[in-house]
C-alpha cells in the first residue's frame, strides 16, 4: 500500500483522554503507512487497567492491543477522581513539560472539556505551535446552542488552525459556529476494519455457534441491539416496538449491561419463547461474532447523545445494514433509508414501529452490497488523508504568520 506522505516530517502531538478501541489502531496505521511523526499523550489509563465503566456498571479492560505500534505515553494524572465525566477528572500538571519536551510542530487535541486539555491548548497558544481539533458534536434535535455557549465555543474553535469533522451533521455543527470552511478537513469516523473482515477465519462458525446456542435457527431474522443499556439509547423504546410488529421467525438480541436492563428483562416475559435474549456486556475481541450473527443493527438513540454510533460502522463492515434515529451523528453519511439501512424519527414511537417493520420484512441481499460500498469509504486511510491535509494547512499557516 502506497504511503501518505508530507512535504516534510511533522511531528505531531495527540493529546487524548485514554487509549480507545476505536483510536489506537488507527494511530498503529498512521505510524506504518505515513511519514507522520507522531506520540500520543494519554491523561488516563481507562481501557488498559480495569476501570468501572459507570454506563455498563461493569469493570474491565479491554482485550485488544492498544499500545503497540506507535509512540506514546501516560502523563500521570492526578485527579481524585479520574475519568471524562467532569472537568477536573483529566488533571496532569506534567503535560506542558511533556509537550515542551518533545517539541511537536503541530498537536491534535481531542476534546476540550478537562482542565488538562485546556491546559495543552493555552500552552500551544503560548509557544505559537498550531493546534489541530478533532471531535464529533452535532446539533441534531435542537436548533441551536444556548447564546452563551455558541459565543464559548465560537472563541474556543478560533484558537485552532485546522479542524477536521467526521461527517455531515459534525459539519454543520462547526458551521453553525463560525468555523471558516478553509479551515474543515473530513477525516472520516472510522473503526478497524481487520478487527470486522467478514472474511476472517473462524468468524461465520463462531457466529453460528452463538446462534446455536441462543436457539436461533439459521433463517431466523436476528436483529442486534449492542451498547450500554442507558435511557438516551432508547433500548426500552426499541424492545417495545419489536414486540408490536414482531413477524414470526425473528428475534431481538441485546448485548450489553447498564440501568436499563431490569426493565427489559421485565419486559421481555411478556414476549413468545425465544423472541428475546440478552448477552452481556462482550469485550471487543468477542464483538465481530455477535455482529456476524445478526441481520440488522439497531441503534434506536435520541437527542444529541450518539454523536456517531460507531457500532454502525463495525456491522457495516460485516455486511449489516442498520435501523437507526434521525438523531444518530452518522446517519445521514452512513444509512440512507431504503438503500444501506433504515431512519426513523426519533420522537416518534410509531414511525419506529413502522420501519422496523419494513425492515424485519426486507430483501436484505440488495442491502448488503449497497452496505458494503458505502463503508468501503471509512477506513483509516481516509481518516488520515484527511488529517494529513489538516496538518499541511495548520504547519503552513503557521510559518506565514507573523
Not at 505515513?34 to 474491565?60: C, E, H, M, S
Not at 432508547?234 to 450489553?256: D, K, Y
Not at 444518530?328 to 414511525?351: I, K, N, S, Y
Amino acid at each position: 500500500m502506497t504511503a501518505l506522505a508530507t512535504t516534510r516530517t511533522v511531528r505531531l502531538a495527540i493529546v487524548l483522554s485514554h487509549p480507545t478501541q476505536y483510536y489506537s489502531p488507527w494511530f498503529r496505521w498512521m505510524q506504518a503507512h505515513t511519514d507522520l511523526k507522531i506520540r500520543v499523550f494519554y491523561l488516563w489509563q481507562f481501557g488498559v487497567q480495569p476501570t468501572r465503566d459507570r454506563q455498563f456498571q461493569a469493570t474491565f479492560k479491554w482485550d485488544v492491543d492498544l499500545l503497540s505500534g506507535y509512540e506514546h505515553e501516560f502523563v500521570p494524572n492526578t485527579s481524585a477522581d479520574p475519568g471524562t465525566h467532569r472537568f477536573t477528572g483529566l488533571r496532569n500538571p506534567e503535560l506542558p513539560a511533556r509537550l515542551r519536551a518533545w517539541k511537536p510542530d503541530v498537536i491534535l487535541l481531542f476534546g476540550y472539556k478537562s482542565i488538562s486539555q485546556m491546559r495543552s491548548l493555552l500552552w500551544a497558544r503560548l509557544h505559537r505551535v498550531p493546534l489541530i481539533f478533532r471531535g464529533d458534536s452535532h446539533l441534531l434535535g435542537r436548533e441551536k446552542l444556548p447564546a452563551r455557549s455558541r459565543l464559548v465555543l465560537r472563541f474556543l474553535y478560533a484558537q485552532f488552525a485546522a479542524i477536521t469533522y467526521v461527517g455531515a451533521a459534525n459539519l454543520d455543527y462547526f458551521h453553525a459556529l463560525g468555523v471558516s470552511a478553509e479551515k474543515l478537513f473530513f477525516a472520516p469516523h472510522t473503526v478497524n476494519d481487520a478487527l470486522f473482515d467478514p472474511t476472517k477465519p473462524g468468524l461465520r462458525e463462531a457466529a453460528t455457534a452463538l446462534r446455536s446456542q441462543l436457539g436461533l435457527g439459521g433463517d431466523t431474522r436476528v436483529l442486534l441491539y449492542a451498547g450500554k443499556l442507558v435511557p438516551a439509547k432508547q433500548p426500552r423504546e426499541l424492545l417495545a416496538a419489536f414486540l408490536a410488529v414482531r413477524p414470526s421467525n425473528s428475534a431481538l438480541v441485546f448485548v450489553g449491561d447498564g440501568e436499563e436492563k431490569p426493565a427489559l428483562v421485565e419486559l421481555a416475559r411478556t414476549a413468545p419463547p425465544g423472541a428475546v435474549h440478552f448477552l452481556p456486556f462482550a469485550n471487543q475481541s468477542e464483538m465481530p461474532s455477535r455482529y456476524a450473527m445478526a441481520d440488522i443493527l439497531a441503534l434506536p438513540s435520541r437527542g444529541y447523545y450518539e454523536t456517531w454510533g460507531l457500532a454502525v460502522n463495525e456491522a457495516m463492515h460485516l455486511g449489516v445494514p442498520a435501523i437507526v434515529s434521525d438523531r444518530v451523528g452518522c446517519q445521514r453519511d452512513l444509512v440512507t433509508d431504503g438503500e444501506t439501512g433504515w431512519v426513523f424519527r426519533a420522537e416518534e414511537p410509531v414511525h419506529l414501529h413502522d420501519r422496523l417493520a419494513d425492515a424485519l420484512r426486507a430483501d436484505l441481499d440488495a442491502f448488503r452490497s449497497q452496505v458494503a460500498t458505502r463503508i468501503a469509504g471509512y477506513t483509516y486511510r481516509q481518516a488520515s488523508e484527511g488529517l494529513i491535509r489538516a496538518v499541511g494547512f495548520a504547519t503552513h499557516q503557521n510559518s506565514t504568520t507573523p
